[in-house]
C-alpha cells in the first residue's frame, strides 16, 4: 500500500513568486490534514480537510494561503505570493477516520519550502 | 486548551545506554497522547500512542511510554539504545473538544543523538 506522497520533496523560490504543493493521501483516507514547521519551531496544524470540505482552517497563517481538495482525492496548498517567513517544512498526513483515537494519522516525507 | 512541552531539545546517549526523552503535557480533556519520530529525510512515524487504555504503553522498536496523570507526563524510554535510533522525537497531544477533528499539537521536538 503507497503511503502518504507529497511533491516536490523540495522547492526554492523567490519572494512574491507562487508556488503549489500537492499531497497525495492514502487511498480511501476521507480526512486530510497539513501541517508546517518553520525553523527552529514546532509542527503547527495548518487545516483539515473531509473529503473535498474543509473541516477545519484555523491554523491558516493568512490569505496568501489557499488549500484545495478537488473531488475528495489529492490536495494542493498554494502560497501566493511567497514571503520569507513562509520557509519551512509542509506535512500533509492522512487518517481513515477523524478521530485519532482509534486509527492512525500517516504522514508524507514533507515538502521544504524555501523562499529567497 | 491542549499542549505539549518537551524538556530537552538535544539528548545524547551511548550505544546500548537506556534513553530517557521528557514530555509534559496540559490539556483540559483525558488526553490522547503520541509520540512521533522522524528520521533523516523522511516522514513522520507513529512510534506508540495512549488513548485511556493501558497506561503503559509500548510501542516499535523497543520504545514504551508511560502516562502519569499526577505528574502529566508522557515520557520516552528504551532500555537499550542503537545507532538506528538517532533522529527527532515528537511528543503529541490530540486537540479535543466539541470538534474533535483529530487534529495535533506538537512539541518541540528532541533530537536524540546516540554515539557508538
Known amino acids: 500500500e503507497a503511503g502518504v506522497t507529497q511533491f516536490p520533496s523540495h522547492s526554492v523560490i523567490e519572494k512574491g513568486q507562487t508556488v503549489t504543493l500537492r499531497c497525495d493521501p492514502i487511498?480511501?483516507?476521507?480526512?486530510l490534514y497539513w501541517y508546517r514547521r518553520v525553523m527552529g519551531k514546532e509542527i503547527k496544524f495548518l487545516l483539515h480537510?473531509?473529503?473535498?470540505?474543509?473541516?477545519?482552517e484555523s491554523g491558516m497563517p493568512n490569505n496568501r494561503f489557499l488549500a484545495e481538495r478537488t473531488g475528495g482525492t489529492y490536495s494542493t496548498l498554494k502560497v501566493q505570493p511567497a514571503e520569507l517567513e513562509d520557509s519551512g517544512v509542509y506535512f500533509c498526513?492522512?487518517?481513515?477516520?477523524?478521530?485519532?483515537?482509534?486509527?492512525?494519522?500517516?504522514f508524507g516525507q514533507g515538502t521544504r519550502l524555501t523562499v529567497v | 486548551a491542549q499542549s505539549v512541552t518537551q524538556l530537552d531539545s538535544h539528548v545524547s546517549v551511548s550505544e546500548g545506554t537506556p534513553v530517557l526523552l521528557r514530555c509534559n503535557y496540559s490539556?483540559?480533556?483525558?488526553?490522547?497522547l503520541f509520540w512521533y519520530v522522524q528520521h533523516p529525510n523522511k516522514g513522520l512515524q507513529l512510534l506508540l500512542k495512549?488513548?485511556?487504555?493501558?497506561?503503559l504503553v509500548k510501542g516499535i522498536n523497543g520504545f514504551e511510554a508511560e502516562f502519569k496523570k499526577s505528574e502529566t507526563s508522557f515520557h520516552l524510554t528504551k532500555p537499550s539504545a542503537h545507532m538506528s535510533d538517532a533522529a527527532e522525537y515528537f511528543c503529541?497531544?490530540?486537540?479535543?473538544?466539541?470538534?474533535?477533528?483529530?487534529?495535533?499539537?506538537f512539541g518541540q521536538g528532541t533530537t536524540l543523538q546516540v554515539k557508538p
Open positions: 503529541v497531544v490530540s486537540a479535543h473538544g466539541s470538534s474533535n477533528t483529530g487534529k495535533l499539537i
Open positions: 498526513a492522512s487518517s481513515q477516520t477523524r478521530t485519532v483515537m482509534n486509527t492512525e494519522a500517516f
Open positions: 487511498s480511501g483516507h476521507d480526512n
Open positions: 490539556s483540559s480533556y483525558s488526553p490522547s
Open positions: 480537510f473531509v473529503k473535498e470540505s474543509k473541516q477545519d
Open positions: 495512549y488513548t485511556s487504555a493501558a497506561t
